[in-house]
């Protein structure tokens, strides 16, 4: 069976610094890659998606990932984060089993 | 465009009652999928159904049931409630769901709370 790790729990940075979120999944066949995210009080929200093409994609409000097939990763990047980029972050996979697996979420604090 | 949507947003049940939770997709989504997210941790895949026949189940015991109905909708059912039940139910629609190329886009949540 599929997972996907996320290797930070809770991240916490003031407003202007680089984020950057990991996310390793163990599935070797084809895959398609998500980022979601999750602000206090809201729904789930698609951030940005990889399903094939250019491994680097832009999704919204500046955020962007790289799939490195080789490493099985699909980490997130923000160049600089905002106080209201504060939210839970999980990566998820889906392959040929009509499952979307999620990791166990990333808390991002973002501080003024 | 209206997004998901999903009744009731919160519940309270006792264990070993059943709970009756409810979704419907965006319009023209022919695909709904549940998942279960318990505190601290990523949604959990319970069911995925597409034109009314259920395209996948996750590892999760017999009281939990789904149906889609014609209009897309559908129902997530749970018998004999257990404390370890409580959590939020998240209902995703997608156009065609499966493994191709679709984007899942999620409702609100029910939270359900067993007490």
Avoid: M
């Amino acid at each position: 069976a599929q997972s996907v790790s996320q290797h930070n729990h809770h991240v916490i940075l003031s407003e202007a610094a680089s984020l950057e979120l990991g996310c390793n999944y163990s599935y070797g066949g084809t895959v398609n890659l998500f980022w979601y995210v999750q602000y206090p009080g809201q729904h789930l929200q698609l951030l940005l998606k990889y399903f094939s093409g250019d491994p680097l994609v832009k999704g919204i409000k500046g955020f962007e990932a790289e799939f490195i097939k080789s490493k099985f990763s699909f980490n997130l990047r923000k160049p600089s984060v905002q106080w209201s980029d504060t939210a839970e972050y999980f990566c998820a996979v889906i392959s040929n089993d009509y499952k979307l697996s999620f990791g166990a979420g990333t808390t991002v604090t973002v501080r003024a | 465009d209206a997004g998901v949507t999903q009744s009731p947003t919160h519940l309270i049940k006792t264990r070993g009652q059943h709970v009756t939770l409810r979704c419907s997709p965006i319009s023209g989504h022919k695909s709904v999928s549940w998942y279960q997210q318990v505190l601290g941790q990523g949604p959990q895949f319970i069911f995925q159904y597409y034109e009314k026949e259920e395209r996948g189940r996750g590892n999760f015991p017999d009281r939990f049931s789904a149906r889609q109905f014609p209009n897309y909708s559908s129902e997530l059912n749970v018998n004999a409630l257990l404390l370890g039940d409580s959590a939020l139910y998240l209902c995703a629609s997608s156009l065609a769901g499966g493994p191709s190329a679709d984007t899942q886009y999620f409702g609100p949540g029910t939270r359900l709370t067993v007490l």
